[in-house]
């Protein structure tokens, strides 16, 4: 016999358990999330946890904003400490083009409210004295970004769902999806076959094999990307803030008296393999040492490393599925699913009761890999 629910969300990290509880808190909690494994132990559980405004475009900003006010009300809303600072980004750029598109993105960014601004190296080395500056012609930072735990922040949506009444299922594999003139009638399961109103695609990684159960081509690349963690090191000031070096795509933060740090790698891997390659380290030493010298001393402790949901032009897809009255996407939120997933959470659940969303999604719509080659790749690093 079929189970049923009014919404079907398949995926269980950050962005289905967001879109769950925002459903819920809006009044709709007949909703049923699968998760093949365990909620938010995919590449949710593999992010540094960055917070940033510093984005490229109105709705990101939009995305941003909503998310920096969910995450300064967390304890209130959500009755829990997610661990939310703001220590600020700092973004180093060492090219003229950097520094060019860095304008543009202030400019528009102030003009939205955000205090960001484009700094001169000397002021950079005020920020974080450690950082070698000679070759940075100048920097983007914005004080009020920060970084907080997604552990902490997906635990708290599931609770917060649960106890509105949102059943999260675990260890529910969605291996099939009927469709039918344009809907999708039911989601089929290695636990049975799920009626619903409305189906919500938010499998991460692995959102093109879900969209694929619809006939549907997503553009995912899944990209495995490392973090590595040193151990105590006194040589720093902490708390840094998050320092990304653009022209090599390394970047640091401190994590209490340790540091996290990437090299930013993009790895092409086989069957979603996520396991670390130790192989990377060289590379990591070299661009860590070059921009930071005193990184030098530091003996790393521990490394992991996920699968960044990339998109062609770096940008999340969301909205209804093209050819689908109730099949909706959520997906390829490439480095900064967890950071907006408070404002997608929000924008899905009005889209799926009221039809509408609160902010214009044009630059993140399905369509736009239908009609046109896509621009550009974005030039944050994440
Ligand atoms: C090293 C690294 C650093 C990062 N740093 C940051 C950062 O600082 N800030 C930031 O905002 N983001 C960061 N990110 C990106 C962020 O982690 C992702 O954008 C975000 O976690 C994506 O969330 P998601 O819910 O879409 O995907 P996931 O967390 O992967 O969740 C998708 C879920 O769908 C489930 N699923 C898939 N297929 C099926 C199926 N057939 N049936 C049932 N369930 C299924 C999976 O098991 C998984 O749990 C980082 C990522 C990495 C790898």
Known sequence: MAEGAHVVIIGGGAIGTSIAY?????????????EQGTVGAATTSKAA???????????????????????????????????????????LLTSLELVEEHRRRVALQNRLGVPSRLIPPEDVVEIVPEVRVDDVLAAAWC??????????????????????GVRVLEGVRV?????ADGRV?????????????????AAGPWAGEVGAMAGLHIPIMPRRRHIFVTDSFPWIKHPTPLVADLGSGFYFRSDQDRVLMSPGDEGVVPDYEAA?????????????????????????KTAWAGLRPLTPDGR????????????????GFCGHGFQHSPAAGLVMAELILKGTAPVDLTVLSPERFRSQPPPAWELAPD
């Open 175 to 179: 291996t099939g999806l009927e469709v």
């Open 49 to 91: 946890g960055g917070i940033r405004a510093q984005f490229g475009t109105e709705t990101e900003i939009w995305f941003s904003l909503r998310s920096i006010e969910f995450f300064s009300r967390f304890r209130e809303e959500m009755g829990a400490d997610c661990g939310y600072r703001q220590v600020g980004y700092l973004y």
């Open 185 to 201: 009638r039911a989601v089929l399961t290695n636990q049975g076959r799920f009626e619903a109103s409305h189906v919500v695609n």
């Open 143 to 164: 004080p009020t970004d920060g970084y907080a735990s997604p552990h902490e922040v997906v635990q708290a949506y599931v609770a917060q769902a649960r106890r509105r």
């Open 316 to 331: 999340a897809i969301v909205g209804r599925a093209p050819g689908f009255e109730n099949f909706w996407l959520a997906v």
């Open 276 to 300: 670390v390659d130790w192989s990377i380290l060289p590379e990591l030493v070299e661009k860590a040492v070059r921009r930071v010298p005193v990184f030098e001393r530091a003996a790393i």
């Open 22 to 34: 925002h459903l819920a808190r809006a009044g709709c909690a007949d909703v049923v999330l699968l």
